[in-house]
T-cell receptor, first 113, second 113 residues
Framework: DTAVSQTPKYLVTQMGNDKSIKCEQNLGHDTMYWYKQDSKKFLKIMFSYNNKELIINETVPNRFSPKSPDKAHLNLHINSLELGDSAVYFC????????????FGPGTRLLVL | GENVEQHPSTLSVQEGDSAVIKCTYSDSASNYFPWYKQELGKRPQLIIDIRSNVGEKKDQRIAVTLNKTAKHFSLHITETQPEDSAVYFCAASESNQGGKLIFGQGTELSVKP
């Protein structure tokens, strides 16, 4: 019954590999986001999708490719992983209105060796 | 683009004391200001938010104030308890920016029993 869920919870991989993180929300929200939290805890927006359409791309390297198969799912594929990609990636969702609360998923802890 | 500055980065108080965390933002078009609490290893969770048409909002021991002219907002926690210990993030959002949240750097609050 988790509102926003992510898989996997932990991801340990080698440099150069390609990996995907999945996010699902069962709240009926229209808008979904990916945020990156670095080792200093800083949270930064990466992407936003509104009803399957990309609306925000915060100058993230094109090795990162989000995909939204439907408005309840937002996945993140990362090609050619680099050491600097190690972070916690959070998915979030909210209703369409701009000032609605964003609900965060549990996070995916990615470690690139 | 929007920039949010948050102070202090760490805050230590005795149980029962008050704690105040301050944030400033740069974009006068920002109109939604949530505060998130993040416990160690957990997801950020909304504790209170304020919209630009309101100067103050209170929820039990937590209150937030907003000064649009000065472009700053503050979180006030009264009668702190050890379970208030966490990292607190302020954020700002502007309606025409897809609802993306621009976060402050975080404040690590420690409440000593």
């Amino acid at each position: 019954d988790t509102a926003v869920s992510q898989t996997p919870k932990y991801l340990v991989t080698q440099m150069g590999n390609d990996k995907s993180i999945k996010c699902e929300q069962n709240l009926g929200h229209d808008t979904m986001y990916w945020y990156k939290q670095d080792s200093k805890k800083f949270l930064k927006i990466m992407f936003s999708y509104n009803n399957k359409e990309l609306i925000i791309n915060e100058t993230v390297p094109n090795r990162f490719s989000p995909k939204s198969p439907d408005k309840a799912h937002l996945n993140l594929h990362i090609n050619s992983l680099e050491l600097g990609d190690s972070a916690v990636y959070f998915c979030a969702s909210k209703r369409r209105h701009p000032q609605e609360t964003q609900y965060f998923g549990p996070g995916t802890r990615l470690l690139v060796l | 683009g929007e920039n949010v500055e948050q102070h202090p980065s760490t805050l230590s108080v005795q149980e029962g004391d008050s704690a105040v965390i301050k944030c400033t933002y740069s974009d006068s078009a920002s109109n939604y200001f949530p505060w998130y609490k993040q416990e160690l290893g957990k997801r950020p969770q909304l504790i209170i938010d304020i919209r630009s048409n309101v100067g103050e909002k209170k929820d039990q021991r937590i209150a937030v104030t907003l000064n649009k002219t000065a472009k700053h907002f503050s979180l006030h926690i009264t009668e702190t308890q050890p379970e208030d210990s966490a990292v607190y993030f302020c954020a700002a959002s502007e309606s025409n920016q897809g609802g993306k949240l621009i976060f402050g750097q975080g404040t690590e609050l420690s409440v000593k029993p």
